[in-house]
């Protein structure tokens, strides 16, 4: 029997399917059919420990993942070559593809009889702040579960040369089910998916969780690595610099958040227009 949030959550949010509703949440959680891809890839660590974060709210956990590492893929859709899917043991899969192409495939093939209530993305390894959020895959793999109408989270977890280039995973773990079901207790708005950034730092020195918006950074660390391959012909990577230290991030933005230790939660709308400029540009074209 399929179990339910809708109780618990308000009129204009996510409904689950319904055909049992209890008066406990944890309950729901436990019984909730969770979707788990990320864009680093399925043998990724970040993977195994959004699947352990999956397993403490519910007992079933599917994960579905790119065969190889997507990151920077954004939300592109494989359209002009075939998926190849590749079952690894119970409940774990690869497709050859983008997570927008997994979170498709887990929804409406793999468990087309009874889709999932909830998709998890990541923990991607590195952080999704401000203009992340328009490159990354890990928020794409959410943003298709969110499209798809189901209540869905990306998870990035920040590294820095402290670490070793290396994340600190127990922060992602250990905060993120908290932080999930506190979001799934009050209900996602629909359109609505939620980007959960943690930072790079020891669970013990965490300041805080901040709610925030997305923040704007000064582009000016994007560079063109210029090289030449064996025969003289030259090729590019695109690059990045450190930042600009006097680039401070805006008060309340995700950047802002990470950089004072604190764990970031942006809820990030579906709906780009502009409405402000919507207005100014009806009133020019009347």
Not at 11 to 30: D, G, H, M, V, W
Not at 36 to 58: F, K, M, Y
Not at 169 to 184: G, S
């Amino acid at each position: 029997m399929v179990f339910d949030l809708t109780r618990f959550l308000h009129a204009n949010r996510y409904p689950l399917r319904s055909e049992t509703l209890s008066r406990r949440p944890k309950e729901a959680l436990s019984r909730m059919r969770i979707l788990c891809t990320n864009d680093d890839g399925i043998h990724a660590p970040g993977l195994e420990i959004v699947e352990q974060i999956a397993r403490d709210l519910s007992d079933d956990v599917w994960v579905v993942a790119p065969e190889h590492d997507q990151s920077g893929v954004s939300h592109s859709l494989t359209l002009n070559d075939p998926l190849r899917l590749r079952e690894l043991g119970p409940r774990h899969f690869a497709v050859k593809g983008t997570p927008t192409d997994c979170v498709i495939m887990g929804s409406r093939y793999i468990l087309a009889d009874k889709g999932p209530d909830l998709v998890l993305s990541g923990v991607n390894r590195g952080r999704n702040l401000a203009e992340d959020v328009v490159y990354s895959g890990t928020v794409a793999g959410a943003l298709e579960g969110t499209m798809l109408g189901l209540p869905s989270f990306a998870l990035s977890q920040e590294f820095s040369l402290e670490t070793g280039d290396r994340p600190v995973w127990e922060t992602a773990r250990t905060f993120a089910p908290q932080i999930l079901r506190k979001v799934i207790d009050i209900g996602i708005p629909k359109n609505t998916v939620v980007n959960v950034n943690f930072p790079a730092c020891a669970p013990e020195e965490v300041a805080g969780v901040l709610v925030t918006r997305m923040g704007k950074r000064n582009l000016g660390f994007l560079k063109i690595d210029e090289r030449r391959d064996g025969r003289g012909n030259p090729y590019f990577w695109i690059g990045f610099e450190k930042a600009d230290d006097s680039d401070t991030p805006g008060l309340g933005t995700d950047l802002a958040a990470i950089a004072g230790q604190c764990v970031s939660v942006t809820p990030l709308r579906l709906d780009r227009t502009d409405d402000a400029f919507a207005e100014i540009l009806t009133a020019r074209f009347k």
